[in-house]
């Protein structure tokens, strides 16, 4: 959706394709009876923000209602809840995989798997949706380490069970499972 201020070279603006509402439409179309799942992943949002903005939500509603079966968004660097709309999965930020960034919540990102069946009229069910936080530790910017929350422990990162449990909280506070497969 832009390119946080950087001006883009003069004569060159086909470097960055800055999406529109028509766009997307068309790319949409373009695909959707060609594939059997269409994935979208989406620059939006603001930077550290856990909360997704209401731009987000209303391309990610003009999204589900027009195909996309899941959406995956970055940019805000920070996780942001995930959803289902209607029958699309939704993961507005899945934050930094790897970061060089200052800042906890920065250094926190989620790994998300979930399982898809297509049924005999075409449709997309989701189950089976797990997720693991990861954390990128490093040693006074040297030393990076990606860990996943399982093989933590107090010396990598104090706190580290209280921690994830405000991150699971933030990524699962909209999502409303229709079946219990949730993990």
């Not at 950087?6 to 439409?25: A, C, D, F, R, S």
């Amino acid at each position: 959706y832009g390119t946080n201020g950087i001006p883009l070279p003069e004569g060159k603006e086909y470097l960055v394709n800055v999406y529109t509402k028509q766009m997307l439409l068309e790319d949409i179309k373009a695909v959707r009876d060609k594939v059997d799942v269409l994935i979208v992943s989406m620059h939006w949002g603001i930077e550290y923000e856990t909360t997704p903005s209401k731009e987000q939500r209303e391309f990610a509603r003009l999204l589900a209602n027009n195909g996309v079966d899941i959406i995956i968004g970055n940019h805000p660097h920070v996780i942001q809840p995930i959803e289902i709309i209607d029958n699309t999965f939704v993961a507005y930020s899945l934050g930094n995989f790897i970061s060089g960034q200052k800042g906890l919540a920065k250094n926190i990102g989620a790994l998300i798997g979930l399982s898809l069946h297509k049924t005999k009229e075409g449709k997309i069910i989701f189950d089976n949706i797990e997720s693991e936080l990861i954390y990128t530790h490093s040693t006074q910017g040297k030393n990076v380490r990606l860990y996943p929350f399982s093989k933590l422990n107090e010396t990598l990162l104090p706190n580290y069970k209280a921690i994830q449990k405000e991150y699971n909280a933030i990524l699962f506070s909209e999502f409303k499972p229709k079946s219990k497969s949730h993990k």
